[in-house]
């Protein structure tokens, strides 16, 4: 009956060297030389003028919150134009009443001003 696992036990001692063995090569063969410009913060070509915990703006979050629905909406709508033909009218109902529900979401964060940004 274990003779059943043994692939399983090769397949995980397999993996184990395999994501290891670089990780203890690098560890052997780099080189460790420390100095202060290697341990200077870096930020985009030059040094870091405020402190890594600044607040950000509540805007940034809105734009990367509808950045992600209307991400996932066009998700929704590549397996919805597959199947089209298979769901008829009522699939083709169902995700315009879902696609109509985010455009007014949409509306309504471009009338309150959610995306401007000054």
């Known amino acids: 009956m274990l003779e059943n696992y043994f692939p399983i036990l090769v397949f995980i001692i397999m993996g184990a060297v395999f994501g290891l063995a670089p ?14 410009e290697k341990l200077s913060p870096y930020e985009c ?21 509808l950045f ?15 199947v089209l033909d298979k769901i008829g009218w009522f699939g083709f109902v169902a995700m315009m009443v879902f696609l109509g529900i985010l455009v007014i979401g949409f509306i309504y964060e471009w009338k309150k001003g959610a995306l401007e940004w000054e």
Do not use: K, T
């Not at 003028?49 to 940034?60: A, I, L, N, T």
């Not at 992600?68 to 597959?82: G, M, N, R, S, T």
């Open 23 to 36: 990780l203890a090569m690098a560890y052997m063969a780099a080189p460790n030389r420390p100095d202060s």
């Open 45 to 65: 070509g030059f040094e870091a003028f405020e402190d890594s915990r600044m607040q950000f703006d509540v805007r940034y979050y809105v734009v990367a919150i």
């Open 68 to 82: 992600i629905i209307f991400d996932l909406e066009i998700a929704f709508l590549f397996p919805w134009a597959v």
